[in-house]
């Protein structure tokens, strides 16, 4: 019923920029936390960025400083803007919303840094 869609990924070479959107839709109550996690072959998933209820934000050392989370309540949608992408951003991204009582992943939408 709950369902997270991310969008905006793709192929973009070193130094360029890309903006991911996750989409909330169905029942949902209350938002209390969102989040971008990325995932690479071989590698453990890692939270990339959190926003909280308040505006709060999180970021993993790796990409502070290039990327910023992101998030529109009225639309329930997530964003995450990552410019100065890196070779080493490459991953599968996946949104993830923490309600009061569940939490739901999105199936991933996957961006490549490459020349």
């Known amino acids: 019923q709950v369902q997270l869609v991310e969008s905006g990924g793709g192929l973009v070479q070193p130094g360029g920029s890309l903006r991911l959107s996750c989409a909330a839709s169905g029942r949902i109550s209350s938002i209390i936390v969102m989040e971008w996690y990325r995932q690479d072959p071989g590698r453990e998933r890692k939270l990339v960025a959190r926003i909280g209820s308040d505006g709060t934000t999180t970021y993993a050392d790796s990409v502070k400083g290039r990327i910023t989370i992101s998030r529109d309540n009225a639309k329930r949608t997530v964003y995450l803007q990552m410019n100065s992408l890196k070779p080493g951003d490459t991953a599968v991204y996946y949104c993830?919303?923490?309600?009061?009582?569940?939490?739901?992943w999105g199936k991933g939408t996957l961006v490549t840094v490459s020349s």
């Open positions: 993830r919303i923490v309600t009061d009582g569940f939490k739901y």
